[in-house]
């Protein structure tokens, strides 16, 4: 049994500690009560830490951005899908009878020539390694490239070349390229070799390597007479350029709204490298209208074919390729007013050329003579009659043309200083022959302008039903023009007539006959000196200006600048080297 006493002694020891506790109890309620009233000043100063914190990570990344221009820049990429549209109509890829502006663009992403063209204009090796002529300059040697490749993995031969040649010359192939390659024997000595010998030097014939070479082993079974018409031209070519046929497909139910669509692949064992470009697309169109609004809609990525850039394009970049040809006045001398030389020569002192060329949307080199300035035999000091109005009317009075005022167009024998120019209609051609126009007219010479749509325009000037001409004509990097000045392609019976002028000359057909056969450039450029002084005295054309081509963009293409070409296609002289697509890269 527990006593009283104890059980006492219990009672006020649990007492004492009820209530040490309810005072523990107590303190601590007023210990986190007065930390509660402390944490405000205390989230305050966490709060701006973690917001200093924020805005240091913040500014950092900020400025980590801002100075990565510093330390990055955009390159150009390989890769992308390139889309070009093209006026006019595909018909055939085969180089050897490729046409139309659609046909030549497709040949040359498909087919190489044994030479090519670089962005200077100057040949160099293409299928070939080398090349080398004889002293006469009569007999070639072509070398081809170690490891050449057509598109389906057949290896290049000399043999391709042989059979290419031939194909050309064949008649019953019908090539357009034929009346060039009459006279020339080709051999294949060895796989890597082919020899080529002329009937006569001819100083201008390695640029008549650039045409592409077909396979044989495509085409040897091809009867000639069916070549021209065969599959392979149109749906199956094989070639060994930058790109390598994938598809064509055509749209559109009427001629005029028929459009084709051409699509081509990098050929990843290119000799000359392996094209940046993923995908060349060539899309042709009918019209104009057409093709920028394809363009508007961003449909295609450029254009070919256009004069001018049209005005209302939001996005474009527009770049003009001088072309080695000459816009010229031609004017028929066989008969009628300009059989005259005085009216000649004053029609052509009558003119500004400068002013005429201030007609043009772009910068335009100046023509002078029948030989463009830069080329063999150029010379300044035989380039034709100078702008000189007073030496104009005097040559004309001199001659009997006389008027009755001031303005009034001139007479001879009751006959009017009047002659009728044709040129193709289009809005330069438009602006020049209003130009030619106005100023022979304060000579008192009356120019009818006649603009005529194509077809019309390749009537009059294959038939030569004109009194003067307003027309481009191709020149090319070789300074042998004798097409268009030796009385014998002024005959009717001529293979291209392409003599506009009929334009006869003795001292003429002696120097362009001697040039050409001349392969040392000062004897080449002394033989021109009598055709030039010649071709000044007799005034039988006007030179105006070197043409342009426009190629329209969309956006920056890499690897192309203007430089000087022969025609539209050598845009694509270094094709395979276009870049569409940037990535930021760090500067090193």
Do not use: C
Request: glycine share 6%; hydrophobic share 40%.
């Amino acid at each position: 049994m527990i006593s009283r006493a104890r059980r006492l002694r219990l009672r006020r020891q649990i007492r004492m500690h009820k209530h040490q506790l309810e005072d523990m109890g107590a303190g601590a309620d007023q210990y986190f009560f007065r930390r509660l009233d402390n944490m405000v000043p205390v989230r305050r100063f966490i709060v701006m830490w973690v917001a200093l914190i924020f805005v240091l990570v913040g500014s950092s990344a900020v400025q980590i951005y801002s100075l990565s221009g510093y330390y990055q820049e955009l390159k150009p990429a390989a890769g992308g899908m390139y889309t070009e549209g093209v006026l006019g109509a595909f018909t055939n890829a085969n180089p050897i009878y490729a046409t139309t502006a659609a046909d030549r663009t497709v040949s040359k992403l498909v087919f190489s020539g044994l030479l090519t063209y670089n962005t200077d204009n100057k040949l160099v090796g293409d299928l070939a390694e080398s090349w080398q002529a004889d002293a006469r300059g009569q007999n070639y040697t072509v070398k081809l490239r170690p490891n050449l490749t057509w598109h389906d993995g057949k290896p290049v031969t000399a043999d391709d070349v042989v059979f290419t040649i031939s194909v050309i010359q064949n008649p019953d192939a019908r090539s357009p390229l034929n009346a060039s390659w009459q006279g020339v024997t080709v051999k294949a000595p060895d796989s890597h070799t082919v020899t080529f010998a002329l009937g006569s030097p001819l100083a201008s014939f390695p640029h008549s390597l650039t045409v592409g070479i077909l396979p044989q082993h495509k085409l040897s079974r091809v009867a000639m007479a069916d070549m021209r018409s065969m599959p392979f031209n149109s749906t199956q070519p094989v070639g060994t350029g930058p790109f390598k046929w994938e598809d064509l497909s055509v749209s559109g139910g009427t001629p005029e709204a028929r459009q084709e669509r051409v699509t081509l692949s990098a050929h990843d064992q290119y000799h000359r490298g392996q094209p940046k470009l993923d995908t060349f697309t060539v899309q042709t169109y009918r019209t104009e209208a057409q093709m920028i609004e394809s363009y508007k809609q961003n449909k295609i990525q450029a254009m070919v074919g256009l004069l001018e850039a049209p005005s209302n394009l939001e996005v474009a970049t527009t770049q003009y390729f001088p072309q080695t040809a000459a816009m010229m006045t031609f004017f028929r001398i066989s008969e009628g007013i300009l059989a005259e030389k005085p009216v000649r020569q004053a029609l052509v002192q009558a003119v500004d050329v400068k002013a005429v060329r201030g007609q043009l949307p772009y910068a335009a080199k100046q023509v002078v003579g029948p030989i463009l300035e830069g080329q063999i035999g150029y010379d300044e000091t035989a380039s034709q009659l100078p702008h000189d109005v007073a030496a104009a009317e005097k040559l004309l009075t001199d001659a009997g043309w006389t008027q009755a005022k001031p303005g009034d167009v001139r007479q001879k024998e009751g006959q009017k200083l009047e002659f009728t120019l044709y040129a193709e209609s289009n809005n330069e051609n438009a602006r020049i022959t209003r130009a030619l126009q106005q100023q022979w007219r304060k000579i008192g010479a009356n120019a009818r302008v006649e603009l005529q749509s194509a077809d019309e325009f390749q009537v009059t000037l294959s038939q030569h039903t004109y009194d003067a001409l307003l027309r481009g004509i191709s020149i090319g990097p070789d300074p042998d023009v004798f097409v268009y000045w030796h009385s014998s392609q002024a005959d009717i019976g001529s293979r291209s007539r392409l003599n506009l002028s009929e334009y006869k000359s003795s001292v003429a057909d002696d120097a362009l006959s001697q040039a050409r056969t001349r392969t040392d450039e000062q004897l080449r450029a002394a033989k021109y000196k009598p055709f030039l002084d010649t071709w000044r005295d007799d005034a039988p054309a006007l030179g105006l200006y070197q043409p342009a081509f426009l190629y329209v963009t969309r956006l920056t293409v890499h690897g192309l600048s203007p430089h000087e070409v022969n025609n539209a296609t050598d845009r694509l002289s270094n094709v395979h080297e276009w870049m569409i697509r940037q990535v930021k890269t760090t500067v090193d």
